[in-house]
């Protein structure tokens, strides 16, 4: 999506190893977020940052942790990934928080990674 | 806590026929609700919303309707395109805690429309 990208779009890595995935927005939102989709699931949030050094856990956020240093970057590490953690990860923008929101979320593309 | 269950698919219609995909939700207070479609390969996108009960959100010849009474936020469109084959989602967003505020999603709907 215009104004949000994510990295890699693949990537395969083998159990054990370190992963780190970014997103990347150009929109100025402070709301940025981790979601993770599986068959049967849906999307999971994983993390989500309202702010810079502000991060929260999500409902799935075990093995994963979060870091936001600027507005723009929202980076997701897989400490120590694992088989259970292939999955396809979704980052996602809003500028505001709140019931009088204007609208929806804006969603990346995308992440598909494989432990093998 | 808040939990949206949407109709079972796969969904397989003929072009032209009347979609119904079916949410129905749980939530403490009054959410906003929303419809996201994602075409194969790609993100999630937001097709729709209401932000209170009885409004209408339509966009693209989909439309929903807010039902309070029922909580329930189905999802139709009068005559379907091939171009409408997807994964359809319904997510209702709500106070999650203190000023956080969260977006909770359905397990998708797959349609596929065949010519």
């Known amino acids: 999506d215009a104004g949000i990208t994510q990295s890699p779009r693949h990537k395969v890595t083998e159990t054990g190893t370190p992963v780190t995935l970014r997103c990347h927005q150009t929109?100025?939102?402070?709301?940025m977020y981790w979601y993770r989709q599986d068959p049967g699931h849906g999307l999971r949030l994983i993390h989500y940052?309202?702010?810079?050094?502000?991060?929260d856990k999500g409902e799935v956020s075990d093995g994963y942790s979060v870091s936001r240093s600027k507005t723009e970057d929202f980076l997701l590490t897989l400490e120590s990934a694992t088989s259970s953690q292939t999955s396809v990860y979704f980052c996602?923008?809003?500028?505001?928080?709140?019931?009088?929101?204007?609208?929806?979320?804006?969603f990346g593309s995308g992440t598909r990674l494989t432990v093998v | 806590g808040n939990s949206v269950t949407q109709m079972e698919g796969p969904v397989t219609l003929s072009e032209e026929a009347f979609l119904t995909i079916n949410c129905t939700y749980t939530?403490?207070?009054?959410?906003?609700l929303f419809w996201y479609v994602q075409y194969p390969g790609e993100g999630l996108q937001l097709l729709l919303k209401?932000?209170?009960?009885?409004d209408k959100g339509s966009n693209k010849g989909f439309e929903a309707t807010y039902r309070k009474e029922t909580t329930s936020f189905h999802l139709e469109k009068g005559s379907v395109q091939v171009s409408d084959s997807a994964v359809y989602f319904c997510?209702?967003?709500?106070?999650?805690?203190?000023?956080?505020?969260?977006?909770?999603f359905g397990k998708g709907t797959l349609l596929t429309v065949n010519p």
């Open positions: 996602a923008i809003t500028p505001y928080a709140g019931i009088s929101a204007p609208g929806g979320y804006t």
């Open positions: 940052s309202y702010g810079v050094k502000d991060t």
């Open positions: 939530a403490t207070g009054y959410p906003s």
């Open positions: 997510a209702l967003y709500e106070n999650s805690g203190g000023s956080n505020y969260k977006l909770t």
């Open positions: 209401a932000t209170k009960a009885d």
């Open positions: 929109e100025n939102h402070r709301y």
